[in-house]
T-cell receptor
Framework: EAGVTQFPSHSVIEKGQTVTLRCDPISGHDNLYWYRRVMGKEIKFLLHFVKESKQDESGMPNNRFLAERTGGTYSTLKVQPAELEDSGVYFC??????????????FGPGTRLTVT | AQTVTQSQPEMSVQEAETVTLSCTYDTSESDYYLFWYKQPPSRQMILVIRQEAYKQQNATENRFSVNFQKAAKSFSLKISDSQLGDAAMYFCAYSDNNNDMRFGAGTRLTVKP
């Protein structure tokens, strides 16, 4: 079974440019999460999809970040325009939908974003 | 708000020895899960061990075990017989019915041959 994949693995862009990160969850996983780790800090939650719906986007830092999950399969996270403080590693995770049981989240390898 | 604290940014252990990584958390929930994730240099984060808060028995997975102290809100990870492949960043994480995970800042473990 293929794991969570993310593309690209590394992106270097200039301040003001746009970048789109992609996450392909494990097939059949309805839950999809985005997290970000700024260098040396904790991994912070950004948002949570259940299928194509945003369940919780309380962690999104500002309106320069736009996440989509059309059709409930893969997800994209677009940063427009990028700022220096957006640099970090963006992780995607997925988990199956169950009721009453908190599931392990399966993480992708992350996308390292560097804004110069 | 739930928070997770890892007070040890870096730890080192001699190969074959035992090391304990610390984690404390804060929550007002009674039903939650705690996790330890490992991120080797190749970057894919994988689950090491998990603990359900309602279970009193400490979880164990081969050489990995936890010391879960619910009243103290402490969740430490013990690695026995450390191996070179254990070198990685270790993240403590918390999750409740909100489903999103709260992570600590991580502990970088070095294993010395």
């Amino acid at each position: 079974e293929a794991g969570v994949t993310q593309f690209p693995s590394h992106s270097v862009i200039e301040k003001g440019q746009t970048v789109t990160l992609r996450c392909d969850p494990i097939s059949g996983h309805d839950n999809l999460y985005w997290y970000r780790r700024v260098m040396g800090k904790e991994i912070k939650f950004l948002l949570h999809f259940v299928k194509e719906s945003k369940q919780d986007e309380s962690g999104m830092p500002n309106n320069r970040f736009l996440a989509e999950r059309t059709g409930g399969t893969y997800s994209t996270l677009k940063v427009q325009p990028a700022e220096l403080e957006d640099s970090g590693v963006y992780f995607c995770a997925s988990s199956p939908m169950t009721s009453g049981v908190i599931q392990e989240q399966y993480f992708g390898p992350g996308t390292r974003l560097t804004v110069t | 708000a739930q928070t997770v604290t890892q007070s040890q940014p870096e730890m080192s252990v001699q190969e074959a020895e035992t090391v304990t990584l610390s984690c404390t958390y804060d929550t007002s929930e009674s039903d939650y899960y705690l996790f330890w994730y490992k991120q080797p240099p190749s970057r894919q984060m994988i689950l090491v061990i998990r603990q359900e808060a309602y279970k009193q028995q400490n979880a164990t997975e081969n050489r990995f075990s936890v010391n879960f102290q619910k009243a103290a809100k402490s969740f430490s990870l013990k690695i026995s017989d450390s191996q070179l492949g254990d070198a990685a960043m270790y993240f403590c994480a918390y999750s409740d019915n909100n489903n999103d995970m709260r992570f600590g800042a991580g502990t970088r473990l070095t294993v010395k041959p």
